[in-house]
């Protein structure tokens, strides 16, 4: 195999970065308001039986393709599979676009929301932050800071991989984690904390449906990085000999714990100050403003938490750019410098219109959606489980047997759950994917 390939210094650095990925944006600003929405406790207790059940079969099963064939998806799928396949490898570079695109669009608001709490720029009553947001998020400051963010991802993954993205991770996925505990010592000793505490933690089955199941997939999802070609990219990265089932399992479990935190962080300061959980995108950064202005100190704890949520964007962007960077320079031979700036450049160039359907654009829509929301719509709801599915497909019954025996290198064949991992792959995963996406775009 290709000597010349970069790989992570570490066992620590491919876990920061394959867990610098699955956090992000989704975890932090996402889950606590998909949550709020879906009632609860009850909704986080099947997200979590989702995510373990189903999320970390798919992980490892990325992984473990990327390793194997130490190639983008697209090379991937075409060195294992041949034919028709490596149709899924470009269907995840593309989709990586499309979500990128929409991505640092939202990115770009947290970077705005660290120098206007820094600042003191933000208006105090939530009435008057829903405004400040709805006036920011539809201007053109909002496409300058969706640039600044593109750009620093781009130069994070023109860095490569050990010295971009592996360090970048190793040093930012610590600082999120204490940022995190750090709100969090202060959202639960609030006066009223208690109110957000129960209805995160404590279960209310009544408010369960069928919406609930399929809420919690697509969150699962997104939240692992799935069916783009980003795990298997980043799995492409390790030397042979890496444990993948337990580095999954800790990606994984890392990713539970964010969200976790990020829950006990957000809600029960939602709560304390009497605000609706369930009002959707702006739970973030229309009701956390208004609480970090009447808190001891919260101007500096407004400016840690959206620092917290910038950074945990940054290393999930950058493993959103990645792929199509490895494919272009597998197969292009392409520098990554150059594949980098030009895919970030494409990225944007998708990004500004979504960004414009906050503002100027806003009457454009198709479908009753604005550009932005189809973006959303096509990657979130429609692309990644297609190629969640396709995957899952692929390595559960085209690539069963070499799966297999690429996860007993390192004897892992053994463990006890090796069978249950491909049942799930054959049998669990492609009936749920496809129901989502049947009931996504609205055929059931
Ligand atoms: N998981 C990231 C988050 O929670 C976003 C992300 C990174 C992603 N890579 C991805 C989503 C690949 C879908 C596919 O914010």
Redesign the pocket.
């Known amino acids: 195999m290709d000597s010349q390939r970069e790989s992570w210094g570490s066992r620590f650095g491919f876990v920061m970065a394959a867990a610098g990925?699955?956090?992000?944006?989704?975890?932090v600003w996402?889950f606590p308001y998909i949550t709020g929405d879906n009632g609860g406790g009850a909704f986080l207790l099947i997200y979590l039986a989702i995510v373990a059940g189903f999320g970390l079969p798919l992980v490892i099963a990325e992984i473990v393709l990327g390793r194997t064939a130490q190639r983008n998806p697209v090379g991937a799928f075409r060195l294992l599979g041949g034919r028709a396949w490596p149709a899924v490898g470009y269907l995840g570079v593309l989709?990586?676009f499309v979500?990128l695109s929409f991505?640092v669009v939202v990115a770009g608001w947290t970077l705005a929301y660290i120098g206007f709490m820094a600042r003191g720029l933000l208006s105090t009553g939530p009435q008057a932050l829903g405004a400040d947001f709805g006036r920011f998020i539809g201007g053109g400051s909002a496409i300058a800071y969706a640039t600044a963010f593109m750009a620093l991802t781009a130069f994070v993954v023109a860095s490569g991989i050990g010295k971009g993205i592996e360090r970048a991770n190793k040093l930012l996925m610590p600082a999120l984690f204490v940022l995190l505990l750090i709100l969090l010592a202060r959202a639960v000793t609030l006066p009223g904390a208690a109110d957000g505490l129960r209805f995160f933690l404590v279960p209310d089955f009544s408010r369960v449906t069928g919406a609930t199941f399929s809420a919690a997939l697509s969150q699962a999802?997104?939240?692992?990085?799935?069916?783009?070609g980003?795990m298997v990219t980043y799995g492409s990265y390790l030397r042979s000999r890496e444990r993948i089932a337990s580095a999954s399992g800790m990606v994984v479990g890392l990713d539970v714990l964010a969200a976790i935190l990020a829950g006990l962080v957000v809600l029960p300061v939602v709560f304390a100050f009497g605000f609706d959980p369930g009002q959707g995108p702006g739970l973030t950064f229309v009701t956390l403003p208004a609480v970090f202005a009447s808190m001891p100190l919260g101007q500096l704890f407004g400016v840690l938490f959206f620092l917290l949520l910038a950074i945990?964007?940054l290393t999930?962007?950058v493993?959103?750019l990645e792929p199509a960077v490895s494919l272009l320079v597998d197969e292009r031979g392409l520098s990554r410098t150059a594949a980098a700036w030009a895919c970030a450049a494409v990225a944007l160039a998708l990004g500004i219109p979504a960004s414009l359907s906050f503002g100027a654009w806003a009457g454009f829509t198709l479908f009753g959606k604005t550009f932005f929301d189809l973006l959303d719509f096509a990657?979130?709801s429609v692309m990644?489980p297609l190629g969640a599915l396709l995957t899952a497909v692929f390595v559960g019954w085209f690539w069963a047997a070499p799966a297999a025996r690429a996860l007993s290198n390192d004897g892992e064949l053994r463990q006890p759950w090796a069978p249950a991992w491909g049942a799930v792959l054959r049998f669990v995963a492609p009936p749920a994917l496809a129901w989502i996406l049947l009931l996504s775009i609205g055929l059931i």
Do not use: E
Not at 21 to 27: E, I, R
């Open positions: 990925s699955a956090v992000g944006l989704g975890n996402r989709t990586g979500i991505y999802f997104f939240s692992l990085s799935l069916g783009m980003c945990a964007a999930s962007a493993s959103i990657a979130t990644m």
